[in-house]
């Protein structure tokens, strides 16, 4: 009974806001995904339905408060590649404040750092993870105030208020701009235990060709550091063809294979398991109509890699419509294709075929 | 006898080059039209694709039409705003524009990011304009020399033709014709090339509104992407009010990020 709460809060929410005069106040919106899978397990095939309802209210009160939520139910069916019942959750829920001399959010709310395309070492509050990736990154219980320092420029600080509080991370930020650059420089408490990561990133363009980097650089309290960094490109062609390109250095990452921390992995302490890794993309837009997009992520140090084709149909003005795979290779016991002792879910390593529609309302 | 034929066509040959009007003049004139202190637009932009020719009427019809609608301030040639206001899967979409910097706000990310380099020359939301087209708003005069080529009836006005040829490098398009209305100096046709000749784009300019002051702005244009063979864009302006007083610190990136 409990999965339908969230329903019948959405069913009483939307009948509220029929009334005209609280739809003219507040802004109502979001959009229902459904979703199938086809995977190619390594025993037999699967099939997975996916659905996923985003409700998002907010209000601006006067000139100097905005709150904000966005209330998520999702749910998995079918011969599930893993038990996942339906579940409702508040993934964003914060009030912002508006000062003259500062911008104060407080509350669950997504804090995005790095100008990477998919790897951002300086975002410590929601990396990139091929096991947790969806449309939108799971948002973080924070105070954040933003001091303005001109109109590209500004200082950030973000303290964390996590689950368990020896993880709780302060965090500052400055951020600026040159000519056709924007560069910031960061620091991270990373927890109570001392340990701290300096780091900082760039966004430009170099003889027409679109340029990002980022470096961190992390002081653990033991005495050991390591350095995280990106490099990426992007050109765009008069026919629309875009084309992107980023390495990404893993200093926590093991050359090896038989160095790679499983344990870590699977229980999401760290992102990836080794040390380079090499993104490819190629993408074509055709109108506002359809859209090609080719990924292709390469682990250097093992081979192994994952290819993600995807067409997006714009069927209607607010309904689109998705196809395509997600295929993970390389030999066996590699980061993208590890065997069953490496990988008990059995995620990694398969061919994922889906179909999606999404309604945004 | 002959002396007088002389002083006449003389005097006539003299008057005719004092009335003459050169491109450049041709261009500030437009500038005059074009610019303004600060501006607050709502606009639509609509998009066609799959435009073919209807077997019964000999009409070009479009398969799909995508219709967005948006809000602009601009102030200067250097500072615009806008935000998508409609259908819901582009709602809150805003782009921001300082001097050659330009970034986009994605609700769906909740990130703000900067277009640099030739990610500029993307279709902006699909449409045949490009993020450049769409923040252009700098002054002809300071970026192009400009040469008058004849003159041609377009559209049942009097135009000037006038050719463009760029004088610094940070341009879009190397070379812009254009058919400048002579009475209203405002261009109803534009046609951009890359500097190897090739005709990039076309903007028709169907409807032209009066603003008061004897200043005359494009109000309904079409855009075609000529590396495109079947789409248009039809970009509408429904409301414009120029010099007018703008929200405070909308040209911020924290403005970008207000909800």
Redesign the interface.
């Known amino acids: 009974m409990k999965k339908y709460n969230l329903i019948y809060i959405v069913l009483l929410l939307l009948l509220v806001a029929a009334s005209a005069s609280f739809a003219e106040d507040w802004d109502i919106g979001g959009y229902i995904r459904s979703e199938i899978d086809y995977v190619m397990f390594k025993d037999a095939p699967r099939v997975a339905a996916l659905d996923k309802v985003r409700l998002r209210i907010a209000r601006e009160i006067g000139d100097h408060l905005y709150i904000h939520t966005e209330l998520v139910y999702n749910r998995m069916d079918g011969s599930s590649l893993v038990t996942l019942p339906g579940y409702n959750s508040l993934d964003r829920c914060y009030a912002q404040i508006y000062f003259p001399m500062v911008d104060l959010t407080v509350g669950r709310q997504r804090i995005a750092w790095g100008t990477g395309y998919i790897w951002n070492p300086t975002d410590v509050f929601n990396p990139f993870s091929l096991t947790l990736s969806d449309e939108e990154r799971e948002g973080i219980s924070a105070a954040r105030a933003i001091v303005p320092l001109g109109a590209a420029s500004y200082m950030e600080f973000v303290q964390t208020a996590q689950q368990n509080p020896a993880n709780d991370k302060f965090a500052f930020k400055i951020k600026g701009n040159a000519g056709l650059f924007d560069f910031s420089s960061s620091f991270v408490k990373l927890n109570s235990a001392g340990d701290n990561q300096f780091g900082g990133d760039f966004v430009g363009e170099l003889l027409t060709i679109g340029v990002k980097g980022e470096y961190i650089n992390v002081f653990l309290n033991s005495g050991r550091q390591y350095s995280r960094y990106i490099l990426g490109a992007d050109y765009t062609f008069e026919t629309d063809v875009m084309l992107i390109g980023e390495y990404y250095f893993n200093g926590l990452g093991a050359t090896n294979v038989s160095a790679y921390d499983w344990t870590s992995y699977l229980t999401g302490s760290i992102y990836q398991l080794a040390r380079d890794y090499l993104y490819l993309g190629a993408s074509r837009t055709y109108g506002d109509i359809y859209q090609i997009q080719l990924s292709y992520i390469l682990n250097t140090n093992d081979g192994s890699f994952v290819i993600y084709p995807m067409w997006t149909w714009n069927v209607l003005n607010d309904l689109d419509f998705y196809l395509g795979a997600l295929t993970m290779g390389g030999s066996s016991g590699t980061e993208y294709n590890p065997n069953s002792t490496q990988d008990p879910t059995g995620l990694l390593g398969n061919t994922y075929y889906f179909a999606k529609l999404r309604y945004s309302f | 006898m002959k002396k007088i034929g002389f002083i006449i066509l003389f005097l006539f040959i003299f008057a005719s080059l004092a009335n003459a009007i050169t491109g450049e003049e041709i261009i500030k004139r437009i500038d005059q039209n074009m610019l303004f202190k600060t501006a607050k637009m709502t606009a639509r932009m609509i ?1 066609k ?2 435009i073919e020719v209807d077997e019964k009427t000999g009409k070009p019809e479009a398969d ?1 039409v ?2 967005k609608k948006l809000l602009m301030y601009s102030e200067g040639s250097d500072k615009a705003y806008a935000e998508f206001l409609y ?3 582009d ?1 809150g979409v805003k782009y921001l524009k ?1 001097g ?2 330009l ?1 986009m706000y994605l609700p ?4 703000v990011i ?10 902006m ?3 045949d304009f490009s993020y450049e087209d769409s923040m252009e708003s700098d002054s002809l005069v300071k970026k192009y020399d400009a040469k008058l080529v004849g003159s041609e009836k377009y559209l049942d006005r009097e135009c000037y033709v006038v050719e463009l040829v760029a004088k610094v490098k940070e341009v879009t398009y190397y070379k812009v014709k254009l058919w400048v209305d002579k009475e209203r100096f405002v261009y109803l046709k534009e046609e951009l090339y ?1 500097k190897s000749g090739k005709l ?1 784009k076309v903007m028709v300019v169907t409807k032209v509104d009066h603003l008061g002051g004897g200043r005359y702005y494009p109000t309904y244009m079409t855009m075609r992407n000529m ?2 063979k079947d ?1 248009k864009t039809d970009f509408i302006i429904d409301s414009i009010e120029l010099d007018v007083k703008l929200p405070a ?1 909308i ?4 403005n970008l ?3």
């Open positions: 998009i694709t799959g799909t995508r219709e259908p819901n899967r709602k300082i050659d910097n970034w769906s990310v909740e990130k900067k277009i640099a380099g030739h990610m500029l020359r993307q279709s939301m699909g449409s890359a990039l590396l495109r789409s610190g040209f911020s990136l924290r990020r207000k909800g």
